[in-house]
């Protein structure tokens, strides 16, 4: 078994008591490589170093989520660059649109998506996104700069299938998280699923956030692991009338190409 979890928040500070038995039991669950993503300046930095310390299995992303777009200056723009400049990153992001909190205006929301954007392409890293509630906007703004990017993933993908179906166009890849294993919630997601071609399909946690609501035995925790990405993997493949098996080999291979990671990643 070998499963890459392209998404997942290993900076945050609730993993900051038990981050080495977190990696051992993902490990143990056939998850052998995470993506761990940087969102504001300090998880940039602590997920860069993260990465740093434990190459095998970790890399990196840098970015400013939307949240957070109201930070965004000329020092972390240099900050960002930097890391990637020195081969740190896989990825620039999360950034993209969230008009469902609305915590950042949305005309810097936007402002700040097109310069990170625009770091992607003058880099030639791909993107990490993240869109709530804001598809036309984000559509419009992700396609003017698409031609330019070399590759783009929508993390956490939970929109309609008219939506899905816009972002398969552009070329990107998809995200899928434990939202799918949601009955009620995730239902929509499960039927649009099978819509997904298999060279664009990628997994992730999302952790600490999302956790299965299919794990079985329930976690005692509410926290969210890479250790329960095989729970994604097979709702992602009783969506698709797949074999787990062949979501894992799919999924691999594509967040390996996706990312540029090494050969010896990928098994």
Known sequence: MALIDIGAN????????????????AEAAGVTHCVVT???????????????????????TAGLHPHHAEDWNTEIAAEMRDLAARNRLVAIGETGLDYFRDISPRDVQK????????????????????????????????????????????????????????????????????????????RALFDAVPAIPDDRLLIETDCPYLLPRTIRPKPRSRRNEPAYLPWVRD????????APEHVEHVTQAN?????????????
């Open 111 to 186: 402002r700040v998506f097109a310069e990170q954007l625009a770091m992607a392409v003058d880099t030639g890293l791909p993107m990490f996104l993240h869109q709530r509630e804001a598809h036309d906007d984000f559509h419009a703004i992700l396609a003017e700069h698409l031609p330019d990017l070399s590759r783009a993933v929508v993390h956490c993908f939970t929109d309609s299938a008219a939506a899905l179906d816009d972002y398969l166009a552009l070329g990107c890849h998809i995200g899928i998280t434990g939202w799918i294993c949601d009955e009620r919630r995730g």
């Open 10 to 25: 290993l900076a945050h500070d609730g993993f900051d008591d038990d981050r080495e038995a977190v990696m051992a039991r």
């Open 235 to 242: 709702r992602v493949a009783d969506a698709r009338n797949q």
């Open 255 to 267: 967040a390996a190409r996706f990312f540029a990671l090494p050969d010896r990643l990928v098994s």
């Open 38 to 60: 940087g969102s504001d300046r300090e998880s940039n930095a602590r997920a860069s170093a993260l990465a740093e310390a434990d190459p095998q299995h970790l890399s990196a």
